[in-house]
């Protein structure tokens, strides 16, 4: 048999190593649903890809299924480009019925949520068909977040995001992958970033308010992402390993 003689047999510490890598394959693969809130701007899409990459979440941003129908000049996209260029929110309805199909596409696997919910009725709504087992919140200066802003170019098909002097294309204003124009989204120039920053602290705050009540919400805060996910990667991989 392969570990009937002693030579054979894995050192003691590589047998460690394989049984950590087993519980740790184990332990992200349980379910797990979070929401992550935080201002435009704040780094949410930057702190959910590396959540997928770190944990397999799937990460369902209802700004990126927007964007995308933009880009597509579908009939949805239609509607919400003419929001989004006044640096107003989409309206409830368009946003709950788009993110609900998506989550029904999903079925039974672990997910972040981004951008939704944004408001108490979407909470109720949400938690009357999924159970969340945590809530991220990136609590981000608004003054840090404008000047972030103003730097940020994305490449729009994919939705790859380049922060020049933090994370700059390899070519000035180029994409990594395809070598496309960059472009600077609508709803990330200043002067609608600031409007849009007030609109999020109207609202966000009662939908914070709710999950605190059920003792889902756990704060992060500072001014750079590279100080943030160290906290939030030790916080999920407590979360998810008690799970």
Same mark, same amino acid.
Do not use: C
């Given at each position: 048999m392969l570990w009937s003689c002693a030579r054979n047999r894995p050192h003691n510490g590589h047998f460690? =190593?394989?049984q950590q890598k087993y519980h740790i394959i184990k332990m992200y693969t349980k379910i797990f649903r979070a929401v992550i809130i935080g201002a435009p701007g704040s780094g949410k $899409?930057?702190?959910?890809? *590396?959540?997928v990459k770190t944990f397999?979440? @799937?990460?369902?941003?209802?700004?990126d299924i927007l964007r995308q129908n933009i880009i597509n000049n579908t009939d949805l996209g239609k509607k919400a480009q003419r929001y989004i260029a006044s640096g107003q929110l989409v309206p409830d309805e368009i946003v709950t019925k788009t993110? @609900?199909? *998506?989550?029904?596409?999903?079925?039974?696997?672990?997910?972040i949520l981004d951008g939704f919910p944004r408001n108490s009725a979407q909470a109720d709504i949400l938690s009357a068909r999924e159970q969340i087992d945590a809530v991220i919140n990136l609590d981000i200066p608004h003054d840090v977040i404008i000047e972030r802003v103003k730097h940020r170019w994305i490449h729009a098909p994919s939705g790859r995001v380049y922060n020049i002097g933090f994370n700059d294309? =390899?070519?000035?204003?180029?994409?990594?992958? %395809? $070598?496309?124009? @960059? %472009? =600077?989204?609508?709803?990330d120039k200043p002067e609608v970033v600031s409007? +849009?920053? =007030? @609109?999020?602290?109207?609202l966000m705050g009662p939908v914070l308010a709710w999950y605190a009540k059920r003792g889902l919400v756990t704060s992060?805060? $500072? *001014? &750079? %992402?590279? &100080?943030?996910?160290? +906290?939030?990667? *030790?916080f999920l991989k407590d979360k998810v390993n008690k799970g």
């Open positions: 460690a =190593q394989i $899409g930057t702190i959910s890809d *590396r959540i397999g979440f @799937l990460h369902i941003s209802s700004g993110m @609900l199909a *998506r989550i029904t596409e999903v079925g039974n696997k672990s997910y294309p =390899q070519v000035a204003g180029k994409d990594d992958v %395809t $070598g496309e124009q @960059l %472009t =600077q989204r609508e709803d409007k +849009r920053l =007030q @609109l999020y602290d109207e992060f805060k $500072g *001014r &750079e %992402t590279k &100080e943030i996910w160290p +906290r939030v990667e *030790r």
